[in-house]
């Protein structure tokens, strides 16, 4: 090697200076003479034509002699273990068993509405009114009758106890009395009926039809009614992640809409496989202190399917893949002084991927020096030089 370098440029330096009873490039171009001119540039030519040849011949015995240019360049990484969290990610809608709308149960004009849009009410609150048709007149009468009637039955029955009257008349009483009061009960409930009533607590969402309109009973929508304190999300899952997805699994709730992001948990996982897509519901708690979530709202969710506290993740990239479909990646052995190495093939077994790395789950362990960048440049058994290796 030593000797290879001052004939180089012992070759150089005659190619530069040249004979000496040569005129030089820019006495030949001062002189303006054509055919001067044009030997001198045939005569470098010839001179650079002749240089190229003795470096190639020079680059063949340094390729030769220089043993180190054959040993591929690599980096490595340590494999340490790692919290390996798997996220599921679907798309859910948020909905609530507090938002209902209300029909009338009694056919007739719609006389009365005493809450407007954005008002809050209380469980039973009266919302609405429906014109009776005189049903109202009708159960004042009975009870005048039914006033009149347990009179009488009272009567009869204290000369009943007295052994006065016939039993026939106590009878008779009695049951005039139990009438009336089955007749006042029934009316009550048809009354009742023209009371549109708050089913919960919520606030009045819309106002459907306008006071005057006449209704029917499973027909006319009269109001809309939400309560936005008990909100969940809704989301169908394939049916193979059925034993992974269960209670309490942590899930991360996403609103692109609103730019927020909430942490949450399964609440219950549904027991039914649909047949028609293959899916099972799940429904996720949505705390709503602000009230600024709503009803159908689009959310992303991050399921927590699969945890390990101890995983091995590499890189995908450097994994390659042989002709009967196993992966490997190369590894480093008797790593020496100068950071010299054997590449070692080692045929691995993976699982599930967060974002660009996946899950190693066998062919690996702890502490291995993976070969990261040059990966699929080594051979197994090759010798492999380390550069700005990874302490």
């Known amino acids: 090697m030593k000797k290879i370098f001052p004939v180089l ?20 171009i001062a002189s303006r003479d054509l055919e001067s ?4 540039k045939s005569e470098l030519v010839s001179e650079q034509n002749s240089i190229k040849e003795d470096i190639k011949k020079l680059d063949i015995i340094i390729a030769e002699l220089d043993k180190s240019k054959k040993i591929p360049l690599i980096t490595t990484f340590k494999l340490e273990t790692t919290d390996f969290r798997h996220y599921l990610e679907l798309q859910g809608n948020v ?3 507090n938002l209902l709308i209300i029909y009338p149960e009694y056919s007739g004009v719609l006389s009365n509405v005493y809450v407007k849009e954005g008002q809050k009410v209380k469980k039973g609150e009266i919302l609405a009114r429906i014109d009776d048709g005189g049903l109202s007149q009708q159960l004042a009468q009975l009870k005048i009758q039914a006033d ?3 009179t009488t039955y009272e009567r009869q029955q204290r000369l009943w106890d007295q052994k006065i009257g016939s039993e026939m008349q106590y009878l008779q009483a009695k049951s005039n009395y139990e009438a009336q009061i089955q007749a006042i009960a029934q009316l009550e409930q048809q009354v009742d009926k023209t009371i549109i009533k708050a089913p919960f607590s919520g606030t009045i969402d819309d106002v459907l039809t306008e006071q005057g309109s006449v209704v029917m009973p499973g027909q006319s929508q009269i109001m809309r009614i939400v309560n936005l304190d008990n909100m969940y999300i809704v989301t169908d ?4 992640y059925i034993t992974n997805i269960t209670r309490n699994k942590k899930v991360q709730v996403e609103f692109p809409v609103l730019g927020k992001k909430i942490d949450s948990k399964v609440r219950q996982v549904g027991d039914f496989i649909n047949p028609n897509n293959r899916t099972f519901k799940v429904e996720i708690d949505l705390p709503n202190k602000d009230r600024s979530i709503k009803p159908n709202l689009t959310a992303k969710l991050k399921i927590n399917d699969y945890s390990n506290e101890n995983a091995l993740l590499i890189p995908q990239s450097i994994i390659s893949e ?3 479909g196993e992966q490997y990646v190369y590894i480093i052995s008797e790593n020496d002084k100068e950071n010299e190495a054997i590449a070692e093939k080692r045929v691995i077994v993976t699982g599930l991927t967060q974002g660009d790395y996946i899950e190693v789950t066998e062919g690996l362990d702890a502490g291995n020096e993976i070969i990261m960048e040059g990966a699929r440049s080594v051979n197994d058994g090759q010798n492999v030089k380390i550069i700005n290796q990874d302490s």
């Open 237 to 240: 899952v394939p049916e193979k």
């Open 37 to 40: 001119i044009r030997a001198k």
């Open 9 to 28: 440029f012992v070759i150089l330096f005659a190619a530069s200076c040249g004979s000496g009873d040569n005129k030089s490039v820019e006495d030949v």
């Open 95 to 97: 909905t609530t068993k």
């Open 322 to 324: 042989n002709a009967s």
């Open 148 to 150: 009149l009637a347990k």
